[in-house]
Each structure stands twice: as C-alpha cells, then as structure tokens.
C-alpha cells in the first residue's frame, strides 16, 4: 500500500487477554518498529526489524510483550495477559533501509484500550 | 540517557503569521534529527529533517535550524494555516550507539486562531 497500514484501529480488552496487533508496513521497507504511546506524551520505542531479525527489543516494558516479523514484511505486536497500563496507542513505522538517518513513516496507531 | 524536549508546551498564532517551535536535546551524539506533526486520532507524519552536518533546511513552508553549540532545534513555519494545528515532536536518532530507533519529546500543540 502507499503507507503503514495498522490494525486494528481499536480495541477494548479485559484485563488478563492476549491482544494482537498488525502492522504492514511500506512495501519494501527493512526497517520496521513499534512504538507504543500514552496519552499527551511522544512515542517511546519498543523494538526494532531490520527485515525478519528483531535486532533491539530493550525497549519491551516486559516479557508479557512479543514481536515478530517472520517474513520480513507483516509484523505483529503481541501482548499477553494485558494489564491496565498497557493501555495505550501502539505504533508502528518503517524506514526504507538499515542507515539510521533515513525518516520512519507512521502509522495511525492501534488505539488499545484494557477495561 | 537521551532526553529530548520542548521548551512551549503549547503555542497560539494567528492565521497567516509564522510558528517558531522550539526543542532542546541533551545527547550530543545526536546526529540526526526530525521534525514530526501529529493530529489527533492520526500517526506523525513526517515534515522534515536534518542531519547534524548541517545547521539549516528548508522545505515547503517550512525551515528546520539546528544549533549544536546549545543543542537546540526548531521548526519554523511561515504563513500559518488552520490546517497546520496539530502537535509537533522533535526527535533525534544517536547512531552511535548503535541503535536506530528515535527519541521523541512530549510535544508542542500549535493552536492557528483563524
């Protein structure tokens, strides 16, 4: 697609579920990374693609938060017996190559919501 | 660690005059730099960047300066628009540290009184 594609877009979960969360990101981009956002602050970092190797994942608050990339395309965020903190807007972006200095294209976020 | 920041949380201009968006960072590592806007319900959309051999770009509408002596950015855009109304993050990326992804800040929410 012409950008990042997320979903998705909302979802409401009980405390204790798994959510899934899927990120396509622009077609042909190496770089891939999920941010995760809280209300009125900016993005923090969570984990990084270069293809289908998660090369960075420190910025995980947790071992209940899983990413993969298997293909090296699609990536889903996985987070398991979710907590009310963890309610937040996940982002993810995409970059055309491995340089650090090449922008990162967002997505509109999956807005999660843990009741 | 990295920190980024911005020193006007918030900003009202009136239509038609120019914005200057303000950011301090504190790792003088930073080598690279953007400037993002935010509406709500949306992802940052990129509006532009610059590397820290340079002190000075310029796009559509819009300029980025980077001081590295003071380790200050900021964004300026002329003939502000309704549309323009959104947040603004700052974020840099410090390479040597081997690491690629972006340090952002809170944000400046830039309110265009029509």
């Known amino acids: 697609g012409a950008g990042v594609s997320q979903s998705p877009r909302y979802k409401v979960a009980k405390r204790g579920q798994d959510v899934a969360l899927r990120c396509d990101p622009i077609?042909?981009?190496?770089?891939l990374f999920w941010y995760q956002q809280a209300l009125g602050q900016g993005p923090e970092f969570l984990t990084y693609?270069?293809?289908?190797?998660?090369?960075?994942k420190s910025g995980l608050p947790s071992d209940r938060f899983f990413a993969e990339r298997p293909e090296g395309s699609v990536s889903t965020l996985k987070i398991q017996r979710t907590q009310q903190e963890d309610s937040a807007v996940y982002l993810c972006?995409?970059?055309?190559?491995?340089?650090?200095?090449?922008?990162?294209?967002f997505g509109d976020g999956t807005r999660l919501s843990i009741l | 660690g990295e920190s980024v920041g911005l020193h006007l949380p918030t900003l009202s201009v009136q239509e038609g005059d120019n914005s200057i968006i303000n950011c301090a960072y504190s790792?003088?590592?930073?080598?690279?730099f953007i400037w993002y806007k935010q509406e709500s319900g949306k992802g940052p959309q990129f509006i532009i960047d610059?590397?820290?051999?340079?002190d000075k770009r310029q796009g559509q509408r819009v300029t980025v300066l980077l001081n590295k002596t003071v380790k200050h950015l900021s964004l300026q855009i002329a003939a502000t628009q309704p549309g323009d109304s959104a947040v603004y993050f700052c974020?840099?990326?410090?390479?040597?540290?081997?690491?690629?992804?972006?340090?952002f800040g809170t944000g400046t929410r830039l309110t265009v009184i029509p």
């Open positions: 077609s042909g981009h190496v770089s």
């Open positions: 790792n003088s590592a930073s080598d690279y």
């Open positions: 972006a995409s970059s055309l190559n491995s340089n650090s200095n090449q922008p990162q294209h």
């Open positions: 693609f270069q293809n289908e190797a998660q090369l960075d």
């Open positions: 974020a840099e990326n410090a390479d040597q540290t081997g690491a690629n992804n972006l340090f």
């Open positions: 610059i590397r820290s051999n340079m």
